[in-house]
């Protein structure tokens, strides 16, 4: 078992979120994206999240962080979430339903799933105010 890995056990991260970090899901960022938005939560972590939107579908969508672990896996998480999914499904989302679709982050990395949704809320209501 790699280091990473076994820290990351260790401070309480589930299977699924170990898996998203060190796979990297949905790293990266779009080309010509219908919307891209950059947030520094209270923590000093950042998180940019591109969207590619038609007829009000997240068609696909990527992040990038400067952040520790838990930013990422939540970042993963929320992009999972809402591929797929309209703008109103997607701003219905909940800091606690990232949480639990990735089976448990550690109680101090709560705050990074507030960030993951923060910037995506932030993404959305940008695009709706450009339409």
Do not use: W
Not at 17 to 42: F, M, R
Not at 71 to 99: H, P, R, W, Y
Request: proline share 2%; net charge neutral.
């Amino acid at each position: 078992m790699n280091e990473v890995k076994s820290l990351m056990i260790k401070s309480g991260y589930s299977d699924k979120a170990i898996n998203y970090y060190l796979q990297k899901i949905n790293v990266g960022e779009l080309k010509d994206p219908s919307i891209k938005v950059i947030y520094t939560g209270p923590c000093g972590d950042t998180m940019e999240i591109f969207l590619a939107i038609s007829s009000n579908v997240i068609e696909d969508a990527k992040f990038q962080a400067i952040g520790c672990a838990g930013a990422f896996v939540s970042g993963s998480a929320l992009i999972e979430m809402i591929k797929g999914k309209t703008l109103e499904q997607s701003e219905k989302i909940q800091e606690i339903n990232v949480i639990d679709y990735l089976g448990g982050i550690p109680e101090a990395k709560i705050h990074c799933a507030c960030l993951a949704v923060r910037t995506l809320r932030m993404a959305i209501e940008k695009f709706k105010g450009s339409e």
